[in-house]
Structures are given as C-alpha cells and as structure tokens.
C-alpha cells in the first residue's frame, strides 16, 4: 500500500529499504468513509496528506453558499488546505471524500524534521513543490485565457480518469463554468 | 545590491559570509532598459531571476494578440516562465521590463548543483516554493469566486505599491477584468 508513495519518491531520487522505512515511520494512515470530511473549514490542519486510495475534493464555500473547487485528489495525489498547512492556520478549505479512501498523513512537524534529516528528501520535496507551483500556473493561464470549451477539453486531456470518477457537477465547478455550459460541451 | 538576496535566504536560514559569497558565485548579473525583454516567447530558457531593482511583467500572448498577465515581479520577487525553466522547454511566456531593471539570473545547471552542494540551499528553495505555491492557490480561489472590485480590492490591500508603479491597463490584465471596469473600480 505504501508502495506508490515510495514510487513517487523514487521517481525524483532513489531510496534504500531502511530510508524509505524510516521516512514512512513518520506517516500515520488513516480511512476515510464516502462523504467523509478529512478538513473543515476553520478546523486547525495538522497533515498533507497522500492518497493511497480513494479521491476527495478540496473546495471553498464562499458567503452565498457557493462551492468552488480548488483541486481532486486522488491515488498517488497529496491534498491538504496547504495555506492553512504551512502556516498554521485554520483552515478556510474543506476537504470531503468523494469515494472510500485511505491516505498516509504528515504533520508538519514530521516534515520539517525529516527535511532536516534527510537531504535526499527534502530534494524530493522541493522538487514536487516545483511541478506543483508550474501546474497552478498553467491553471490560473487556462483561467484567465481559455473559454469554457477550452479548459474543457485541456483537464480531459491531462487527467481522463477524473472525468471516469468525477460528478459532471463537480467537473464544472472546477472549470468555473455553469453545470449547463458544461453539459452543452461534454454531449 | 545582492545584500537583498542574502536578506531573503537569511528570513529561512542564516548564512556565513562564505557560503553566501559561494551562493553568489552561482548567479549572472543582468541589467536591462525599460520595454527590454528578458525572455521572448519560444526561447529556450536558461535562468531564473531574482530583482534586484525594477519592475517586470511576465504574460501570455493568445492567439487573438490579446495580453494576459502571469505575474509581475519587484525588488526581492524571482521571475521566469517556470514551466520552460524547469521542464527545459521552450517559452510561452514573455517577460520584459516596465521599467530600468537589474536582475541576478541563476541557471538551472546551477540552482541543482547548489542545491546539492548545500542541504540549507535546497531548504531555503524548498520553503520559497511552498509560499509560492500558496500565493497561487489563493489567486485561483480569486480568480474562481471573486468580483471584479474584490479581485482589486485584495490585490490593492496584498501589494499597494504595485499600484504606484503600474499603468492601470495592466493592472486590468492581471486581474482578467477589462479597463473600463477597473476605472470604474478604482475612482
């Protein structure tokens, strides 16, 4: 189970045996029911989180009542509210299972410490923060820039398998189009 | 003039004279003249850049001509088209100068072998790639439920200087709302 989280790892640096034991000794796993909350909004967010199963969505609920998705998570994903994360605060996110899922959590405590004493992982870290940061560029590009059909046919393209798991509802709701414009593009 | 890169590493780690004298053995120095660019699009590109004295706007160009902008960068920001720097691809973006600008550029070659020589390094980096991160999340989540005066009431109150320094039609493009409504906004 633990495996795909060393996968990942290992696709930046390689690990022995005892380093990825050491590095999963700082993990704890936790079981989430469909529907279940893993983060609400003003709770204090203690872990990021990886997804060993399951999928979940983390999404702001604005004063009218409005949902609006910041990002799925699904297998070999990590997903916290991570302004809330990195800063210790509470969090203005909620993070909900979208089916049964099982991730490995990491408090921010147990990251700084195995930053500090493993730089092969803090390399990883650092490394994944990179891909993450360029991603959201591209986001917030395909935002400013595409029409509804564009952005549309760009998150089909980069992650097919959302669209297997995910409500259409949802789906628009990332985009930041109407569920109806979303219906006329996807028939 | 690069005491302000060794401010910002110094607000995560401290550093002796000699390991920032061997971290600024890294980096290019780069003087550039206001409406000078500092990457055109398709260009392959070498570094990242850290402003020293300035004022940059990085942006996309759509196939109808029309600007969007990514980010613009100040004294103490870093700016590149990130994608293309760490992917090693070619630009889309474009980033020139709004005004007279010195940068101190920082290879990739570079950043990786400083970040290997000097686990503090990789963890200032590390540190500076979370809060970006975060910067973005908190853009989209704008850009996903805002208005138009809330976009520009948040961006006023996050950076009032940029207010000062940059025409209001750019200012209009980074918020991806048009001219006319920002002068209505900011009367």
Request: hydrophobic share 35%; with cysteine.
């Amino acid at each position: 189970m633990s495996q795909i989280l060393r996968q990942q790892i290992e696709k930046i640096t390689p690990l022995t045996d005892k380093e990825f034991e050491y590095i999963l000794s700082h993990f704890t796993f936790k079981k989430l029911k469909k529907h279940q909350f893993l983060i609400q909004e003003n709770d204090t967010v203690q872990n990021d989180h990886f997804v060993v199963k399951g999928l979940l969505k983390a999404y702001y609920v604005n004063h009218e009542g409005k949902e609006h998705i910041m990002q799925f998570a699904m297998e070999d994903w990590w997903v916290t509210d991570y302004q809330a994360y990195f800063n210790q605060t509470v969090a203005t996110l909620n993070i909900d299972c979208l089916e049964p899922t099982e991730v490995l959590c990491l408090s921010i405590h147990n990251r700084e410490k195995l930053c500090a004493d493993m730089h092969k992982i803090e390399h990883s870290f650092r490394k994944k923060s990179n891909l993450g940061y360029v991603a959201l560029q591209r986001r917030i590009l395909s935002l400013l820039n595409s029409n509804a059909k564009e952005r549309y046919e760009q998150l089909l393209q980069q992650y097919p398998t959302l669209f297997q798991r995910v409500p259409k509802t949802l789906i628009a709701s990332y985009l930041g189009v109407s569920r109806e414009t979303l219906s006329r593009l996807s028939s």
